[in-house]
């Protein structure tokens, strides 16, 4: 009987996977067929070959608007976006994280309660606002301002990761290496550091996701030359043609995707583990 059930849930799962991974097989398969095979053919159908043109042509000379060089541009303004915001929102996560924990204060609590409100507060709230600090510092339609958006309204995510992470490492080992003479960042680098390799990696992985597959944010800030990769997608999408290659728009979906796959192909496994680790924190 308990073998039936197995192979109940197991069976479900599977339909459950193969329905959602549908989507993924139509992109991939129709960004590998040319114009006169998507006409002729079936929606599911495997392609007759291996054929990468409406790649090369979705990376390099597709059209997204006015200009014709591609998703190229868009790609590296994201990735020289996104290094930089995931490793500082991450960063300043965990160093919020270890003060709310380890070296609590008069009223830490209460300014964690207020820090929540950024993970349930809509986005929409923040942009006009938003929009006119980054004119006053000077960062408007510039990638250092979408990095500085980023960061900002990631801040309350990584601290409450890593806020819940830390609760559950003894106070006992901050307490004999503060004896010993180490001082706040010594203590964060040498003892806290190399315990926290499950919640980075939930927190790098949460935060390369969100950032890198945002769309409101990019065409809210961006600049001409600034506009992150889910701009350019939406732009070669919409630009009218006299024959709608569908192929092309495929292709430049599934190279949008890739980054995204990639990170959770690699580190999936690593990302529940880091989720379940401090699930029961807090």
């Not at 459950?16 to 040319?34: G, N, R």
């Not at 830390?166 to 003479?181: R, T």
Request: aromatic content about 14%; proline content about 4%; glycine content about 10%.
């Amino acid at each position: 009987m308990k073998n039936v059930h197995r192979f109940i849930i197991f069976g479900l799962l599977g339909v459950f996977a193969l329905f959602f991974l549908l989507p993924f097989y139509v992109m991939l398969v129709t960004s590998l067929k040319d114009m006169s095979e998507i006409r002729g053919g079936s929606l599911l159908a495997l392609p007759a070959g291996l054929n990468f043109e409406a790649w090369g042509k979705a990376w390099s000379n597709a059209c997204t608007g006015t200009d014709c060089n591609g998703l190229q541009p868009f790609f590296w303004n994201s990735m020289a976006m996104i290094v930089p915001a995931v490793a500082i929102s991450t960063t300043l996560g965990a160093l919020n994280g270890y003060v709310l924990t380890k070296w609590r204060f008069k009223g830490s609590e209460l300014l964690f309660s207020f820090m929540l409100f950024g993970v349930f507060m809509p986005l929409q709230v923040v942009l006009l606002p938003m929009s006119q600090v980054l004119g006053w510092v000077g960062l408007s339609d510039s990638i250092w301002g979408l990095i500085t958006v980023h960061v900002l309204m990631g801040l309350a995510s990584t601290t409450l990761f890593f806020r819940n992470y830390y609760i559950g490492l003894p106070d006992e080992l901050i307490k004999a290496a503060m004896l010993d003479g180490a001082g706040f960042f010594r203590i964060f680098v040498r003892i806290v550091l190399p315990l926290s390799t499950p919640i980075l990696v939930v927190t790098l992985i949460w935060q390369f996701t969100n950032i890198w597959n945002d769309f409101l944010f990019g065409v809210v800030f961006s600049g001409a030359d600034s506009k992150p990769i889910t701009v350019g997608l939406n732009n070669l999408a919409n630009t009218s043609s006299s024959v709608k290659e569908y192929n092309v728009d495929m292709a430049a979906a599934m190279i949008a995707a890739l980054p995204t796959l990639l990170v959770y192909v690699v580190a999936g496994k690593y990302f529940v583990r880091g989720l379940t680790a401090g699930a029961v924190k807090g």
